[in-house]
């Protein structure tokens, strides 16, 4: 027996399939499959169940799916997967001969292994057939539609367009302009998938196609978003019309086209461009005060109102204008919101003279918090040896040491500055640099940055009351600024009266309403669903704990429950850690214990029902 999530949930057994009906068990096993293994909390199947009009017998009724999924599981004959009933929440098993989504990762990351392009793709076609229709379309949970199926489709579509690239580097255009042509029209949305379309045209010889596609996909971004196409397409574009060579149709072996990726993989490059690329990954929303992420042209501006960090800026700027032979790295960690985006800017602007090469800057994580996978953003660099001296490359919210790999320039001067929430051990092991752990900021330090956003006139007429907005803030710059752009806006409103406003609620009132992005609930939770549900459990269960130093057994004297604590460490979300005691930061500690509550209180109003 194995299960079918790719599509709609079935159960099946040899040819043998069958289609669940819509019904609350089968939202119940589609939440369960979606994390193999793993421990799905009681609040997050309540909601994959309900929503958010959970009904006052919720609990009762979730055991009642339970004993309903398990005999439809006697009825066809299921014995290897099991639900389990552990502390938190349920489990269920799933491997790769049980469950298709866990097969479809085994093959992915067999093809991150295999050992040329034609191992590569053959895996990756495999784990393409086994998505078989709509997702979950028998799946009657909105929940689950509207906060999972979109990362699962992004797999898919990830996988897609990397095996339609192999495709095209090995020079089958015309065998993968069938799979480009659905692609582009499905998923119209997804600049990649026309830009591919338009070269496998050019490059079979079909020129007005390409460029009937190109104004075709022009028009349609203009009339609906009232934008251009990304700097790629246009450079494309711009190829075409020249009637420039793109490459042979074959890997050419006298160039060097593999460059490592994530668990040591290769990726098929395409030959290269007669002119280096601009970075054409969707950037996320910049940190309030600083411009958005994008192909950096000099001059790069310096940060709106940046204040403090002194010691940072300094250390940094010499490490990076040292003139090493080697390339340079220099890594920015710390909590969501913390500013670690403003001073890579900030330093980037600061360097910039010593980088004739030019300096480029790219968003490694996208707007739905998807990572932007280092042969993305390969494709989009300039060839290794055209650049005109030393170069630096800005990575912005990496998520893995083997996203950034890849992606370092090489030649004497040239450096790298990585912003990431974790401090990338695996990178410094085999890399080497520095990595700068940044804190809060000093209370001195809060008070220069509301000075140079608000007026040093609004600050001195109410220093106590900016002492004490800092305060409430955290000293995070990201609060700061949201608090700061919300007095702009309302130029006769009290420092005072704003302090106030903002403690009766926080860190809920620590956002602004006309741009959701710059919240630091949004970005906190952000954070927090990049891990899985047991360690977010873990984080919300630290709002009950007093103080805001935590030992080691702060969840518990487990291994677990040490494991928790280092994995909310590696995220950002606490500081420090053996063999001193682990940090939470006061606006983070804030957040948790109001998660805690929301908690306590539905649990609560569950036990009076």
Request: proline letters at 9%; one cysteine or more.
């Amino acid at each position: 027996m194995r299960f079918q999530l790719l599509g709609p949930l079935s159960i099946a057994e040899g040819h043998d399939v069958v289609v669940l009906k819509p019904s609350k068990p089968s939202s119940l096993l589609a939440a369960l499959l979606i994390h193999p293994g793993s421990v799905v909390s009681t609040g997050y199947l309540l909601r994959a169940l309900w929503d958010e009009d959970q009904p006052a017998t919720a609990r009762a009724a979730l055991q009642s799916c339970v004993l309903r999924l398990r005999r439809i599981f006697v009825k066809y004959g299921v014995t290897r997967n099991v639900i389990e009933a552990v502390p938190g929440g349920y489990r269920m098993n799933a491997d790769a001969d049980t469950l298709d989504l866990v097969r479809f990762r085994a093959l992915v990351r067999a093809a991150d292994a295999a050992d040329d392009a034609e191992g590569e793709l053959y895996r990756l076609k495999e784990a393409l057939t086994l998505w078989q229709g709509p997702l979950l379309a028998n799946v009657p949970s909105p929940m689950l539609h509207r906060d999972e199926v979109p990362g699962l489709t992004e797999e898919r579509l990830r996988t897609l367009e990397r095996a339609c690239d192999i495709e095209l580097a090995l020079g089958r255009c015309r065998q993968v302009l069938v799979d480009l042509w659905e692609a582009a029209r499905r998923h119209p949305g997804r600049e990649r998938f026309s830009e591919q379309l338009i070269e496998a045209l050019y490059r079979t010889g079909r020129q007005s196609e390409a460029l009937s596609e190109y104004r075709s996909v022009k028009g349609r971004l203009k009339e609906e978003l009232g934008v251009d196409p990304g700097p790629s397409l246009q450079r494309l574009e711009l190829s075409i019309l020249r009637g420039d060579d793109l490459g042979p149709p074959a890997l050419d072996p006298s160039h060097d086209r593999t460059a490592p990726l994530p668990g040591g993989r290769t990726a098929v490059a395409l030959a290269p461009r007669t002119e280096p690329l601009a970075i054409a990954a969707p950037a996320p929303a910049p940190a309030p005060g600083s411009v958005p992420l994008a192909p950096a042209v000099r001059p790069v501006p310096p940060v709106p109102s940046f204040t403090g960090r002194t010691a940072e800026r300094a250390a940094i700027s010499a490490r990076l204008t040292a003139g090493s032979p080697d390339t340079t790295v220099v890594v920015l960690s710390g909590a969501p919101g913390i500013g670690k985006t403003a001073l890579a800017q900030q330093a980037a602007h600061d360097t910039q003279d010593s980088f004739p090469g030019g300096v480029f800057i790219l968003a490694m994580t996208r707007e739905d918090g998807s990572s932007v996978p280092p042969a993305e953003a390969l494709a989009h660099l300039p060839p290794p040896g055209t650049a005109d001296g030393a170069t630096l490359l800005v990575l912005d919210d990496v998520t893995s040491p083997d996203q950034v790999r890849p992606l370092l320039p090489a030649g004497p001067g040239s450096a790298a500055i990585v912003t990431s929430r974790r401090g990338l051990a695996g990178l410094m092991a085999t890399h080497g640099g520095s990595v700068y752990r940044l804190s809060t900021l000093e209370p001195a330090e809060s008070q220069q940055l509301l000075a140079a956003a608000l007026g040093a006139e609004r600050v001195a007429a109410e220093p106590a009351a900016a002492g004490e907005l800092a305060r409430v803030c955290g000293h995070f710059p990201l609060s700061l600024r949201i608090a700061a752009a919300r007095l702009l806006t309302r130029p006769g409103l009290r420092i005072e009266d704003c302090v106030a406003w903002l403690a009766e609620d926080l860190p809920a009132r620590l956002s602004l309403a006309d741009d959701p992005r710059l919240s630091v609930p949004q970005v906190f939770g952000g954070a927090l669903r990049r891990l899985e549900p047991r360690w977010q459990e873990a984080f919300h269960r630290l709002g009950d704990h007093e103080g805001l130093l935590l030992s080691s057994h702060a969840l518990g004297n487990s291994p677990e429950a040490e494991e928790a604590l280092e994995r909310l460490a590696d995220a950002g979300l606490l500081e420090e850690g053996p063999p001193g005691p682990y940090r939470i930061h006061q606006l983070l500690k804030i957040y948790a214990r109001r998660q805690a509550r929301e908690r306590h209180n539905s649990q609560a109003a569950t036990a009076r029902h």
